[in-house]
């Protein structure tokens, strides 16, 4: 638990957090998945490292960068390493981090 405490001219210290007792040196380390509708991946879920095709249905993939393509041009069950912005459609695509 972070501790707050005042010293002298003001000034306001907050201890940091514990270090975290699970740790790992996994190439990624977080899964976001996008089912049906659009997904933006901007603020917290921006920065992706690539996505995994589940079912393709009609989704589109948009990469950070670049053109967009459909997620039935791909293999499914696949892990492709490009950064994605946005995924829309109806398939299953689980992006990672």
Known sequence: MATITSGGKGRTDVSSRSVPSIKDDAKFGKIKTATAGITHFTGSDAGSSGFIITTAGSSVIWPTEGDSIAASSLT??????????QISGSGTVSVVY
């Open 76 to 85: 499914a069950k696949t892990l492709y390493e490009i950064g994605v912005k």
